[in-house]
């Protein structure tokens, strides 16, 4: 079965820290994309990072970065010098062949100052 | 260009009353999705379009949850009657079906049945 498992709900960090949130991902597919979202307390959900399975090297984009792990289906975001605006719940998430994605239940990120 | 537009933003309706929500995608966006996030939670998709054809809805409860989207642009969906559990965030998103393109969402409408 395809499924998504974030397995800490929470997570403090002090500001300017890196930080890892975790992700691993179950799928029979051999081609599938791999997504993380943030969702600030406005509700809107922000598109991060996206990982292919054919993808050879790690996806960054800016402060985000991808930790592609295929053999231990693990997909885990860090985002570098953490920043108070960090602070939301992140989503991974896994698209398939049939376009369709499933999300992880979420990680709420705190930085503290 | 302008992101996809969901309202209304928040709605609080007593229990077995009709809701709808309207959602306008990104202009050339062929797939809309209504997705429901309960608190907590990660978002669940509700239905899929292609265009004005729903090429997924097996999650939809369908005995009192109905979509359409005519010609193949806006959006609704509708809740007749609400129940106290279809509280919940109802999320609209649209893709240009690219493979490494996210989904763009809305806002949401946050949705209180009392």
């Known amino acids: 079965a395809q499924k998504i498992t974030q397995t800490q709900p929470g997570m403090f960090v002090q500001e300017k820290e890196a930080v890892t949130l975790d992700c691993t991902y179950d799928?029979?597919?051999?081609?599938?994309?791999l997504f993380w979202y943030k969702q600030p307390s406005s509700g809107e959900m922000i598109f991060l990072i996206y990982?292919?399975?054919?993808?050879?090297q790690n996806a960054t984009e800016g402060r985000y970065s991808l930790n592609f792990q295929k053999a231990r289906k693990s997909a885990n975001l860090v985002i570098s010098a953490s920043q108070l605006g960090d602070s939301a719940m992140y989503f991974c998430?896994?698209?398939?062949?049939?376009?369709?994605?499933?999300f992880g239940k979420g990680t709420r990120l705190h930085i503290l100052p | 260009e302008a992101g996809v537009v969901q309202s209304p933003r928040y709605k609080i309706i007593e229990k077995k009353q009709p809701v709808a929500f309207w959602c306008n995608p990104i202009?050339?966006?062929?797939?809309l999705y209504w997705y429901r996030q309960n608190l907590g939670q990660g978002p669940e998709l509700l239905i899929r379009?292609?265009?004005?054809?729903?090429?997924?809805d097996s999650q939809l409860p369908k005995d009192r949850f109905s979509a359409e989207r005519l010609k193949g642009v806006d959006s609704t969906l509708k809740i007749q009657p609400a129940e106290l559990g279809d509280s919940a965030v109802y999320l609209c998103?649209?893709?240009?079906?690219?493979?490494?393109?996210?989904?763009?969402f809305g806002s949401g409408t946050r949705l209180t049945v009392v």
């Open positions: 998103a649209s893709s240009r079906g690219a493979e490494n393109y996210g989904y763009t």
């Open positions: 799928t029979s597919d051999p081609s599938y994309g």
């Open positions: 990982q292919g399975s054919y993808d050879q």
């Open positions: 998430a896994m698209r398939h062949l049939d376009d369709k994605i499933i």
């Open positions: 202009s050339g966006h062929n797939t």
């Open positions: 379009y292609e265009n004005e054809e729903a090429v997924d």
